[in-house]
């Protein structure tokens, strides 16, 4: 974000432990913190900024929205998450309790890997859609989600359900090429897992598992074995 983060995230910490009983926040623009007063009736569970706060900083640009957490809560609510994709900006979430740092940027511009699991942006479909927004320029829809492991139903099934009319066919496992998309049954009987193939040569996948960073695996032996499809879009049938 900024060759200065240690010193945004001191001014951003000092500025939680100034509010501790509530909610702080603010907005990261210029290479700079700007403090804003939480708005919100129940700062103490949630957090809201000003059209002033955000107007204030308009011209230079919002790189960021900073809000803390009390407590031992260290993780995006479903609310954070919402809001984040509302805004489109990377948020910045301090714990308090735990002296944690978490991050999100649902703009699609992420790395790839060592993402921290968060389900509705940093997930296995989110990385698939940030994947081909960044190596191929094409935008694939966002799917609401729901709770989590809500994956595990049977009535769930996002990716069957969807993959055709976002440009993708089925493919053999005998020719494949960057960009394949691998849909798996992982502890299930339909797929409820994907990944994506970048390099051939070595076989090399990115996908995210539930709770864990998201990662480089070799395809073949396990991952071939629970792999109930292989998409390719339309774009690249050629």
């Known amino acids: 974000m900024t060759s200065d983060w240690t010193l945004l995230k001191a001014d951003m910490a000092a500025h939680a432990r100034k509010h501790g009983d509530e909610e702080s926040c603010g907005l990261i623009a210029g290479g700079k913190f700007w403090p804003c007063k939480n708005t919100n009736p129940l700062p103490s569970q949630c957090f809201s900024i000003s059209a002033e706060a955000f107007a204030r900083v308009d011209e230079i640009g919002v790189d960021a929205v900073f809000h803390s957490h009390l407590g031992l809560d260290n993780k995006f609510s479903k609310e954070d998450i919402k809001a984040c994709k509302q805004v489109n900006v990377p948020w910045v979430m301090y714990c308090m309790g735990t002296n944690e740092w978490h991050y999100m940027d649902p703009t699609g511009n992420a790395p790839y890997l060592e993402r921290q699991w968060i389900y509705g942006i940093y997930d296995c479909y989110g990385l698939i859609r940030d994947y081909y927004k960044q190596e191929f320029s094409i935008a694939l829809d966002d799917f609401s989600r729901g709770e989590e492991r809500e994956w595990e139903s049977s009535d769930w099934r996002m990716f069957e359900k969807n ?60 991952w071939r074995k629970h792999t109930n499809k292989i998409l390719r879009h339309r774009s690249m049938m050629r």
């Open 163 to 222: 993959f055709k009319e976002q440009g993708f066919v089925e493919i053999g496992d005998d020719d494949l090429k960057r960009g394949d998309v691998f849909l798996m049954q992982m502890q299930c009987s339909f797929p409820n897992h994907v990944g994506v193939l970048h390099d051939l040569s070595s076989g090399v996948f990115y996908h995210h598992l539930t709770g864990r960073l998201s990662e480089a695996s070799v395809y073949g032996g396990y």
